[in-house]
């Protein structure tokens, strides 16, 4: 999968790092850090991220919503 | 319209223009050429994820966000000339690139260290590829004794920070009196500095690299500071700032420079004689383009955000009917990641000659702070407290007063503004006042204001 | 006796099934001042706004509103406090310093709902509320707080009692004894929670509760903060998440051809949930902040001082932002996506809504696979006392069967 966050948008809620916290991860208490290639086996919760953004920071390629 | 369009540069801008372009409905024949043998890759990681080894530094190819498997990707090639009157692009293997409309892209590159031997040293290091951010994560991986950063900028922060987060000794070297002042101004920069001297960085302001030194087999083993001092170092990493790839527009007739293409918030790019094309795009780096909250300066903004936004407008305004053109006027935001705090700020904080704190606390590292030039806001920044900017960004849209009175919330100081401390810029001029409407940065518009002055 | 303003409407408990056409009318003025000097915001734009406005306060002790008698949560309080505690309290639940703990608690949550279901077998009427969507998140947030399953029927009342004054507070007529109810909880839950605290000082588990009480750190949650944030977990993870559950399940009843969707395709709940925050969200308004300053919004300016009630429900169908906003459509596009107010917005960004996104994901989901035939018994159900934490107290199904997990 490829990845790309919005860090302009991002406010630092970190829902992304609360529901893929391997592919993300909070530096501090708001800053992000990802992995823009995180393995196909991180899918689901990539996918729940992006959703749960709340300034739909995350873009991804596949999409959201796409049949793998 | 038919085409075809070419695309010079195939980063961040390149990506997005071509997306754009095909999701606006262009189905011609669109060409995108781009020097780097990759596909578009992201770069803000490269300073960050890849040096602390945790992503690969392959590992940032963009994600496409339409289907662009109907382009012409010509990866690995260096564009070399531009043809105005004949309307091609010429490569570097003596290929000519037809175009329609046009988009220039190429951004930025590292600037090299000043003395040509020493930057050609083992040891030596620039963070703008992919390449140059594997070569030195492998380095850092091997824990070197001392790393050197030249240049106190975003960049070079973020590698200080990595170095820091590695157990790494680092020493940051800076000519102004503070880390970040440049982009922030030196009261902020001196929240930077002790961000930096609390994380352990060797921090030395006011002094800049005058030698590198080498050992017999032409590894850096230290340096030689403009103060006398010698610091036993064998990494060195140049962090100052960026070169606008537009050399290889001289001779086009464009208005190219090293500040950049100009062109007009319609990214049209102006000819030499200062006359708009309409057939050449600029987005991104190098694009320098007049802003209407600053008083129409051109400005040229190497800013990830600027990139993305100006791209989509650059590819909407090639093929839309000159009644649908938009204007590219939203306000500028940037980001750094650092030392476990987030920075981020709106507007040009460098445009301001005053500054406050206006919530929180820079002890805490959790702030926010108000830029004003004139009596008006112009920019704001913050440090972990992000959620508050958009409301600082209508201010700066409304040409609100500064400073802003927010008595009563969160640590209010009371205190006045004081001057911000940017290292000399030119003067500014007096300017209409603009206000923007509208809520998404494609569908902005500009309308003047009237204030008393101009009603009267 | 004057004539009942919008918001009366609103609050009247006739209404609570279908509010939605007294937002509309709301929106007609969606700055509108009421008789007592509240201010009540009903478009979407201007809540989010007012979400990031630094002059907007969380406190009512700034307002000079009765407090709670003890210290505040953190929902209560302004930054720089509000910063501290909410900090300390992540500190135990979420990144940077516990990144595993939610995602980590799938696995259990699929027994969980599993197990509940499970109960069910045999049965051809449920009540989704009473048999999935109450003990689900109630086991949840005592599992991650810290709170013994076994004295759920005791904060069962006190929370109850509390959220009924929560609603009254803005309709202070005829409510006395609602207060002086809800006085009593609180001092009985607070005693609670202040033995709880005790006990997980002696024997520490890993719990949130066990990690604020035996914090070293210098910057440690003072325990004079500890009960009070203890009740607003167990209080928001009571009667939020339940009521997303069911008025998720009714909601998919209404709509069978989503539910068939969210029991066959992988992952379409996900789009459901975020769509549900917008239309049938659990919290439909954030009644207690307040103007530090003078606020110019739109046409008109909120003075210093005032209370300031969002509504979000209503701005959640606002045509200005959403496409066909009375649409229950999980597939929004165009940047509509995930743009609810259900969450709320800011620095108060719901705390436990990573949370809940799982457990409703889930729970929904399993409930879609594993009834067979679900048919809702009445339409609309008998809901809730509060307006603002809205929900049905049952939401009686007729089953065929339940199918094997």
């Known amino acids: ?68 | 319209m038919t085409g075809p369009i070419a695309i010079v540069g195939a980063g961040l801008a390149g990506l997005r223009a071509a997306e754009t372009l095909r999701r606006e409905g262009y189905d011609g024949k669109l060409t995108v050429i781009g020097e780097e043998a990759h596909e578009p890759y992201d770069r803000p990681p490269l300073s960050k994820q890849i040096l602390t080894g945790w992503v690969a530094a392959d590992h940032t190819t963009l994600p496409r966000l339409e289907n662009l498997d109907d382009v012409d990707w010509e990866l690995g090639r260096r564009a070399v000339s531009l043809d105005l009157a004949g309307k091609k692009i010429m490569l570097d293997d003596g290929r000519a690139v037809p175009y329609d409309r046009c988009l220039i892209a190429t951004g930025v590159r590292a600037r090299p260290w000043f003395n040509e031997t020493e930057a050609e040293l083992d040891g030596m290091f620039v963070v703008h590829t992919s390449d140059d951010s594997r070569a030195l994560r492998q380095r850092l991986a091997a824990k070197p004794r001392r790393v050197l950063v030249i240049g106190g900028g975003f960049t070079g922060s973020e590698v200080a920070s990595v170095c820091r987060m590695l157990d790494v000794d680092v020493t940051l070297v800076e000519l102004a009196d503070a880390p970040l002042s440049g982009a922030l101004g030196g009261v902020i920069g001196a929240v930077a500095a002790d961000m930096q001297r609390d994380a352990g960085v060797d921090l030395r302001t006011g002094v800049r690299v005058d030698a590198i030194e080498s050992d017999e087999r032409g590894r850096v083993d230290g340096v030689r500071l403009s103060d006398g001092t010698d610091l036993d170092v064998d990494v060195v990493v140049v962090a100052l700032g960026g070169i606008r790839n537009t050399e290889w527009l001289t001779g086009s007739r464009l208005a190219a420079s090293a500040l950049g293409i100009g062109c007009d918030a319609g990214c049209r790019a102006f000819d030499g004689n200062a006359i708009v094309t309409d057939d050449v795009f600029v987005a991104g780096d190098v694009a320098r383009f007049p802003h209407p909250i600053y008083g129409y300066q051109m400005m040229t903004l190497e800013h990830w955000r600027n990139a993305l936004i100006q791209a989509e407008i650059a590819a909407h305004n090639m093929i839309a009917k000159e009644a649908d053109r938009r204007p590219h006027v939203s306000v500028p935001w940037f980001w750094s990641i650092q030392f476990e705090v987030n920075i981020k700020s709106v507007g040009v904080p460098s445009m301001a000659d005053q500054v406050v704190v206006t919530q929180g606390s820079t002890a805490d590292r959790r702030f926010v702070a108000a830029y004003g030039l004139n009596g008006t806001i112009v920019a704001a920044v913050s440090f972990n407290d992000g959620r508050y900017l958009e409301f600082y960004e209508r201010l700066i849209q409304e040409a609100a007063p500064f400073p802003i009175r927010l008595d009563n919330v969160d640590q209010a100081t009371g205190d006045d503004p004081v001057p911000a401390a940017f290292p000399p810029q030119s003067e500014l001029t007096n300017r209409p006042t603009v206000v923007l409407t509208g809520h998404s940065p494609t569908e902005m518009r500009v309308e003047r204001k009237e204030t008393e002055e101009t009603a009267a | 006796m004057s004539e009942p303003t919008l918001l009366d409407q609103v609050f009247a408990q006739e209404n609570r099934q279908d509010p939605y056409p007294l937002f509309a009318e709301m929106r007609k003025t969606p700055v509108a001042r009421q008789p007592d000097g509240t201010y009540v915001v009903s478009a979407y734009e201007h809540i989010v706004t007012l979400l990031h406005d630094p002059r907007v306060s969380s406190d009512p002790a700034k307002r000079g509103l009765p407090g709670p008698g003890q210290e505040p949560a953190f929902i209560n309080t302004d930054p720089p406090k509000h910063d501290r505690l909410r900090r300390k309290t992540t500190a135990f639940f979420g990144p940077p310093h516990k990144p595993d703990l939610v995602a980590s608690l799938e696995p259990w949550m699929h027994e969980t709902v599993n197990g509940l279901i499970d109960g069910l077998a045999g049965k051809t009427r449920i009540d989704i509320v009473d048999d999935v969507a109450y003990p689900f998140p109630v086991s949840a947030i005592c599992r991650v707080l810290g709170v013994p399953r076994e004295d759920e029927p005791k904060f069962h009342d006190w929370s109850g009692t509390l959220i009924v004054a929560l609603g009254a507070r803005f309709h202070p007529e005829g409510q006395e004894e609602v207060f002086q109810k809800a006085i009593k909880a609180s001092q009985e839950l607070m005693a609670y929670l202040t033995d709880l605290a005790e006990a997980h000082r002696k024997s520490p588990a890993d719990d949130l509760l066990s990690g604020l009480v035996t914090d070293e750190d210098p910057d440690r949650m003072a325990d004079e903060d500890i009960p009070a944030t203890s009740r607003l977990l167990l209080i928001a993870g009571h009667e939020t998440t339940v009521n997303l559950i069911a008025n998720g399940m009714l909601t998919l009843l209404r709509y069978p051809e989503q539910l068939e969707r969210v029991r066959s395709e992988p992952g379409y709940v996900i789009r459901v949930v975020e769509e549900l925050l917008r239309f049938e969200p659990p919290v439909q308004m954030i009644p207690s902040r307040s103007a530090l300053e003078d606020i110019p919004l739109g046409e008109t300016t909120i003075p210093a001082g005032s209370g300031i009630i969002l509504a979000t429900a209503a701005g959640n169908r606002d045509a200005a932002r959403f496409t066909d906003p009375d649409q229950f459509e999980p597939e929004r596009q165009d940047g509509e996506e995930g743009q609810h107010l259900g969450l709320g917005g800011g620095v108060h960004y719901c705390f436990g809504a990573p949370l809940a996104r799982l457990e409703v994901q889930i729970a929904l989901q399993t409930l879609a696979r594993r009834l067979e035939n679900p048919r809702l018994v009445q339409d609309p159900p008998e809901y809730r006392p509060s307006p603002v934490l809205r929900g049905p107290i049952h939401l009686p199904v007729e089953i065929d069967a339940v199918r094997p997990a």
């Open chain 1, 1 to 68: 999968m490829r990845v790309v966050v919005d860090l302009t948008l991002c406010q630092g809620y970190a829902q992304c790092a609360y529901l893929a916290p391997e592919s993300f991860k909070l530096s501090g208490e708001e800053a992000l850090m990802y992995d823009p290639g995180p393995d196909d086996a991180q899918r689901e919760r990539i996918m729940r991220a992006a959703a749960a953004c709340p300034v739909r920071a995350i873009f991804t390629e596949p999409a959201p919503g796409t049949k793998a």
